[in-house]
Nanobody, 113 residues
Framework: QVQLVESGGGLVQAGGSLRLACTAS????????MGWFRQAPGKQREVVAT???????VYAGSVKGRFTISRDNAKSTVYLQVNNLKPEDTAVYYC???????WGQGTQVTVSS
């Protein structure tokens, strides 16, 4: 079973940037579409961005133009570059395969106004 470890979160001011990373153990990473998700307090988890094995990306409307998902199959890692952060981006960010398997612990992103 794949294990996912997210990192790179932190506290930033509005307008700031972060680069989130998610490393997957196991051999299925290169054969799996991957996604970044987030869950804000009191809200349901939502998909932020996805990337296929061929590198085709799709973004939620709220992050399009600000976030960029990418992957490095050699490192079994998927990244999320988050720019021009807004307070409403505050959430715990998770990655997962598509379809989703076991969730990792996520990484907290907090954006101050």
């Amino acid at each position: 079973q794949v294990q996912l470890v997210e990192s790179g979160g932190g506290l930033v001011q509005a307008g700031g940037s972060l680069r989130l990373a998610c490393t997957a153990s196991g051999s299925i990473f290169s054969r799996s579409a991957m996604g970044w998700f987030r869950q804000a307090p009191g809200k349901q988890r939502e998909v932020v961005a996805t990337i296929t094995t061929a590198g085709i990306t799709v973004y939620a409307g709220s992050v399009k133009g600000r976030f960029t998902i990418s992957r490095d199959n050699a490192k079994s890692t998927v990244y999320l570059q988050v720019n021009n952060l807004k307070p409403e981006d505050t959430a715990v960010y998770y990655c997962n395969t598509l379809p989703a398997t076991k969730w990792g612990q996520g990484t907290q992103v907090t954006v101050s106004s």
